[in-house]
Structure formats: C-alpha cells, structure tokens
C-alpha cells in the first residue's frame, strides 16, 4: 500500500471513498502456497468488494494489479464503472536479473532465498527512471514484510501461477468499460508499445504518456499522476464526456498493489 501514498490523500481530499490493500502475497497479506492465479486474483478483488458492500467501482491497477483490474473487468464487468491502468501488465514483462531466476522451479528457491535490503532496492530502483530519487526510508518500506519466512514461497508462487501475457488475441475489446492508461515514457520493465497496445485494444480509453517517468509512475510522478486521475474520476474521458464516478455520496476508488 505504501506505493500509493502520493494518492490516497487528494483523492480522499476530492471527497473519494478509497480502499487500498495489500494483494495476496504482497506486503503484509497472507502468503499462502497457491492461489495465485489470474483467476484467483480477479476473484480476490470481487469478494473484497462484496465484503465491504460496494456494488461497484473504479479500478486503479498498476503493473500486476493493472492486469488484475482488467481481469475483474473482463470477468465481472458490472462490478468496474472506471478503469485507471498504470504501467500495467498483460503482454509481458521484462524481468531484472533476480526475478527471472526465481521463476525457473529449481533456481528459484535459491534465488529468493538470497532477499537481502539491497536486493530490494536494487528492483526497487529499477522501477524508476531517475533511480537516485527512491530514498533509503522509500527501500525500508518496501523491504518491510520480505523478512516472513513466507515471502519467498509467495515470491514464486506469484511468478509461477500468474500469468503476465493474458490479455493479448483480442479479449480487451469486450470491456466496455472507461479506461484511462497512463505509462512511464522510459519504462525499463514494461515497454511504451504495450501502453500504446492497450490504447488499441480498448474501446472507451485515453492514453497519456508520462514524461521522464519509469515503470512506477504514481511514486516517481505523483502530481501529474494525480491530476490525471482526479481529472478522471470528476470528468471521464476526455472524448467521451461522463463522470464514471457517479454513484451515491461515497464514490468508490479501489487500488491494486503491484509486485
């Protein structure tokens, strides 16, 4: 969740009900063995809003959760009114070194038994596109739960189970959904083309490139990131003029972490 702290407060400023959480595996969430299907997480996120009452929502997914959102999207799409992806996944993605290795079944144990803080900040890092901005205190946080002793069975698990290449063959343009996809010009993990291929293969949806930005964009450029999704949430799209956030005194906002 602490990825989306330039978030959570202009948005819940604007009078936006958020929900954010730690998926499956990530943070301080359950880490169990399996469970970590694409199907699984879509719905995880489901359950979630029904537990807490809320009929449907605007989905904010960046990188993994940006595949995850438009999997709940495409499997229960009465459920999304908006879709925000950020960097998303669902063509590929090009792993750093360590990651590659953990997803090979005997490499893998070996490789995130090694998860040292260094090792957390050096992907970390990776995400940005001016790498000496992410700060130790922004390293600690993200290395906070990789301690559990379970973090690198769910490490693997997610890596072996999820897949990342799900939304190629035309399925995207079954969602009807209002989508805006904003992307990282110097994205290292998660090429432009991709953001340019959702952009494609959406039918309601803007694309917005974010300059000098990497694969985290909300962190490494809030305040265009804000704008945008404020922009969003009050105006919908701009070539299809609507509030996709027009439900009842509590619009819903719901966040996807990312890996």
């Given at each position: 969740?602490?990825?989306?702290?330039?978030?959570?407060?202009?948005?819940?400023?604007?009078?936006?009900?958020?929900?954010?959480?730690?998926?499956?595996?990530?943070?301080?969430?359950?880490?169990?063995?399996?469970?970590?299907?694409?199907?699984?997480?879509?719905?995880?996120?489901?359950?979630?809003?029904?537990?807490?009452?809320?009929?449907?929502?605007?989905?904010?997914?960046?990188?993994?959760?940006?595949?995850?959102?438009?999997?709940?999207?495409?499997?229960?799409?009465?459920?999304?009114?908006?879709?925000?992806?950020?960097?998303?996944?669902?063509?590929?993605v090009h792993w750093p070194g360590v990651l590659k290795l953990a997803r090979w079944p005997f490499l893998g144990a070996?490789?995130?038994?090694?998860?040292?803080?260094?090792?957390?900040?050096?992907?970390?890092?990776?995400?940005?596109?001016?790498?000496?901005?992410?700060?130790?205190?922004?390293?600690?946080?993200?290395?906070?739960?990789?301690?559990?002793?379970?973090?690198?069975?769910?490490?693997?698990?997610?890596?072996?189970?999820?897949?990342?290449?799900?939304?190629?063959?035309?399925?995207?343009?079954?969602?009807?959904?209002?989508?805006?996809?904003?992307?990282?010009?110097?994205?290292?993990?998660?090429?432009?083309?991709?953001?340019s291929r959702f952009a494609r293969e959406l039918p309601r949806s803007e694309f917005v490139v974010v300059a000098h930005?990497?694969?985290?964009?909300?962190?490494?450029?809030?305040?265009?990131?804000?704008?945008?999704?404020?922009?969003f949430l009050k105006e919908g799209l701009s070539r299809i003029p609507e509030n996709v956030a027009w439900s009842s005194?509590?619009?819903?906002?719901?966040?996807?972490?990312?890996?």
């Amino acid at each position: 969740m602490y990825g989306w702290r330039y978030q959570l407060p202009p948005i819940v400023a604007a009078g936006y009900r958020v929900v954010a959480f730690d998926n499956r595996g990530f943070g301080f969430s359950d880490k169990p063995a399996h469970g970590y299907g694409n199907a699984a997480y879509a719905h995880l996120v489901v359950s979630l809003l029904d537990s807490l009452g809320i009929s449907s929502a605007v989905l904010i997914g960046h990188s993994m959760g940006g595949a995850i959102a438009a999997e709940v999207a495409l499997s229960y799409p009465d459920r999304v009114r908006g879709m925000v992806l950020i960097d998303a996944a669902g063509y590929g993605v090009h792993w750093p070194g360590v990651l590659k290795l953990a997803r090979w079944p005997f490499l893998g144990a070996l490789a995130t038994s090694f998860r040292g803080r260094w090792v957390t900040g050096r992907i970390l890092r990776s995400t940005f596109a001016n790498p000496s901005t992410v700060t130790e205190a922004d390293v600690d946080q993200y290395y906070a739960p990789v301690p559990d002793p379970a973090f690198g069975r769910a490490l693997r698990g997610v890596l072996r189970e999820f897949r990342f290449d799900t939304l190629g063959g035309g399925r995207l343009g079954r969602v009807e959904t209002p989508t805006l996809i904003l992307w990282g010009d110097a994205d290292r993990w998660i090429p432009i083309r991709d953001g340019s291929r959702f952009a494609r293969e959406l039918p309601r949806s803007e694309f917005v490139v974010v300059a000098h930005t990497g694969h985290d964009a909300a962190e490494e450029a809030p305040d265009l990131v804000n704008r945008s999704l404020l922009d969003f949430l009050k105006e919908g799209l701009s070539r299809i003029p609507e509030n996709v956030a027009w439900s009842s005194p509590s619009s819903q906002v719901l966040r996807s972490s990312n890996p």
